[in-house]
């Protein structure tokens, strides 16, 4: 558990002092916005309540392929990666850390771009907004799971900018299914039922569990 | 590739015990007298079924499409399941087998899904070359699955790093297959209006149509038995014979 | 952590083409040095990773035991013992020289202790640049970083893998001696019940004679000779040099 933490603390340090990975997601997710603005320039309000879900979410999910294709990056200077390797004990620990820290990134940046986006296409934040926020925290459970596990093995492979989505994408799609649905729902303002939670629960702990265990495998010679 | 003039003998690979390939060898050849028989039972049934009234010859369709989810989906369970145990264990035996599976399974999801649009477009009239189709989807994700396999196995440095990636990665997309199929029910709905639910197929068949997608069931899936044991005893076949050439390799 | 002793047995390293190590036997005693030559592609970085725990033989029996004790260690443990330097220094460049000291311990499971590296800083001559950033160093200073990031944890096994690749003359001159000193130096020896065990991969026969007592020559992975101290005559850099080169004409001829 210290492992964990002793992780979670070097990523966000280092991440302190080089910002590229939030840079990096930031501007990503602000850019895509504005495209998708520019692509339906003049939505009638219903519209907009219509199509933000999934506005939305594909910002969130190509945001978070980036920014989990780095997730080994500072590992991958000086071969520290190695280090990681030699670590004794459960090595699902250092699969927890990595995943917290980059959990915490990719829901900072969420947070940014969901005011972008709310800015720059009129929508009321009051409705909906903890709900909103609840289904967005459970998603990336699930995505910081399974992208933390193929970030490392894509990480030593010379094609791990096409490797990583190609990898990552289809394993998103029932996340990005379950999590559209249920902002769909907290966008129009209904009340957030633990219905709407339950996939977003199961697929995550699912991953998460099944990703933990499996860490050890990818960190091997 | 010759080996040096002097009797270097390989390494007991052809030793008195059957190898690997030997056994799959012999089960090849059980597997290929029973779908000898088949086939032609197979093009019997399906010519002499009767023609349905509205969509014509192409709902013929339904003795090959669906029979074809065997080898798609048994192909990636059977890679999840050699992944797994090649975790355990690290025998190339059992990597072969999950290449095997892929290799086949992604044959029998890309027939699934060219076939699929044809009956579809039989079924529900032009225009429909694709409908969201709660099966079709499915097997749409799983292809995509099998590709990323694919290259995931191709662009990983090391056979052995490579076996390894490959069967962490099969255990995922096995898993992805319930959970895709719970999704679609649970929210499908929402996403595609027009989503057709599983449909039980024995339900809707008209008489006449029982033996010959019978048939067609039995038949594809011993096609699809016997693609995977032929393409695992290759895999076995290059193993056996690279190790012995590499052993005999005098320094 | 007291010294480790590591026993292999008809240990293969192989898979599909590519088959590494092809049977070789090997004991090494607690608080030996010993050297791995070998030409590139002899199985050397597949023998440390399988002694780093970082990997299984495919075949074979191995283990390494530590305080005489008689069950193996499992390779969560053996990892536990091990400390690495590599030719890649291992350390994160954005964090300081005690940070990444500190980083280290805590990978080992041991709560970070400021005099500990406080005292290994000092050690290395890095205590003045203790909270610089670790991209802010120098070549030398950080191969010292990475040899006191390998320590921190008292290993009983150090493994070294071609530490002089890319050093000039003088720094690997320094870099031998500091080696040297670690090995032989009192106050760990105390602490860890004697002085750790090393091996160092190495394709400088010179380097190898300086550190270790013994040698290992692997080609196409099998054990081709091991020459000691205890021989004087065939422990000298050139008499490595001539071996190795004996066995890489036998190769060519055979092509």
């Known amino acids: 558990m210290n492992v964990a933490w002793a992780l979670l603390w070097k990523d966000l340090a280092t991440e302190w002092r080089s910002r590229d990975r939030i840079v990096a997601m930031t501007v990503f997710s602000f850019l895509i916005i504005v495209v998708f603005q520019f692509a339906w320039p003049n939505m009638e309000p219903e519209q907009i309540v219509q199509l933000a879900p999934g506005i939305l979410w594909v910002t969130y999910v190509f945001a978070a392929v980036i920014g989990l294709g780095r997730t080994f990056s500072t590992e991958l200077e000086n071969d520290a990666m190695t280090a990681l390797a030699l670590a004794p004990g459960n090595r699902g620990w250092i699969f927890l850390g990595k995943a917290t820290a980059t959990w915490v990134l990719i829901t900072a940046v969420q947070a940014m771009a969901g005011l972008v986006f709310a800015l720059f296409f009129r929508v009321d934040l009051t409705i909906g907004l903890s709900g909103t926020a609840t289904i967005v925290a459970l998603a990336n459970v699930a995505i910081c799971s399974v992208g933390t596990l193929l970030s490392a093995m894509s990480v030593r492979s010379r094609f791990r900018e096409v490797l990583l989505p190609v990898l990552l994408i289809p394993t998103l799609i029932p996340v990005l299914a379950a999590a559209v649905t249920g902002t769909t729902a907290t966008v129009a303002g209904e009340a957030l039922a633990l219905t709407t939670l339950q996939p977003l629960i199961v697929i995550g702990g699912i991953y998460f569990i099944l990703c933990f265990l499996l860490f050890d495998f990818v960190l091997d010679e | 590739m010759t080996n040096s003039s002097s009797s270097a003998s390989p390494t007991p690979a052809t030793s008195s015990s059957p190898s690997g390939s030997d056994r799959l060898g012999l089960t090849l050849k059980l597997l290929g007298w029973a779908i000898l028989g088949l086939l032609p039972l197979y093009a019997w049934t399906v010519s002499t079924a009767p023609i349905d009234s509205v969509q014509g010859m192409m709902q013929k369709i339904l003795y090959v499409h669906p029979p074809l989810a065997y080898g798609a989906y048994l192909g990636f369970v059977a890679t999840a399941i050699a992944g797994g145990l090649f975790l355990w264990q690290g025998r190339e035996v059992h990597d072969q087998l999950a290449i095997a599976g892929a290799e086949v399974g992604t044959l029998f999801c890309t027939l699934m899904l060219i076939t699929g649009p044809i009956w579809a477009r039989g079924a529900w009239g032009p225009g429909n070359w694709w409908v969201w189709d709660a099966r079709l989807t499915l097997t749409l994700l799983l292809w995509f699955v099998y590709l990323a396999y694919m290259l995931l196995r191709s662009f990983t440095e090391g056979d052995e790093r490579a076996a390894r990636f490959s069967s962490i990665y099969g255990i995922l997309g096995v898993v992805l297959i319930p959970l895709n199929y719970w999704i679609i029910d649970l929210v499908g709905g929402a996403m595609h209006p027009d989503n057709l639910e599983f449909e039980e197929e024995s339900s809707s068949l008209g008489v006449g149509m029982g033996l010959p997608f019978f048939v067609g069931n039995l038949t594809l899936f011993f096609v699809f038995i016997y693609l995977l044991v032929l393409r695992w005893r290759v895999g076995m076949l290059r193993t056996e014979a690279e190790r012995a050439e590499f052993d005999s390799r005098r320094i | ?255």
């Open chain 3, 1 to 255: 952590m007291g010294p480790v002793r590591l026993r292999g047995t008809s240990i293969e390293k192989r898979y599909g083409r590519v088959a590494a190590l092809r049977g070789i036997d090997f004991e090494i005693a607690p608080g030996e040095a010993v050297a791995l030559l070998g030409a590139n592609g002899a199985g050397k970085s597949s023998l440390l990773k399988i002694l780093a725990g970082l990997s299984k033989p495919s075949h074979g029996q191995f283990g390494a035991f530590v305080d005489g004790g008689t069950p193996p260690l499992d390779r969560s443990s053996l990892r536990a013992a091990v400390g690495y330097v590599g030719h890649a220094t291992l350390l994160y460049g954005e964090l300081s020289a005690r940070e990444n000291l500190d980083f280290a311990a805590r990978l080992y499971g041991q709560r970070a202790n400021q005099e500990r590296i406080d005292q290994v800083l000092e050690d290395f001559a890095l205590a003045n640049v203790a909270d610089r950033r670790a991209d802010t160093f120098s070549r030398g200073m950080a191969q010292r970083l990475a040899i006191a990031r390998a320590v921190i944890h008292r290993p009983g096994l150090l493994l070294l893998d071609e530490p002089f690749t890319g050093l000039d003359e003088l720094s690997a001159e320094r870099l031998s001696e500091q080696l040297g000193r670690l090995r032989s130096e009192e106050r760990d020896a105390e602490a860890n019940g004697g002085t750790p065990s090393l091996v160092v991969v190495t394709h400088d026969p010179r380097r190898a004679t300086e550190l270790a007592d013994r040698a290992i020559l692997l080609h196409h992975g099998i054990i081709r000779a091991t020459p000691s101290k205890q021989h004087a005559e065939e422990f000298t850099a050139d008499a490595l040099r001539s071996m190795l080169g004996e066995f890489a004409r036998e190769a060519s001829h055979a092509a």
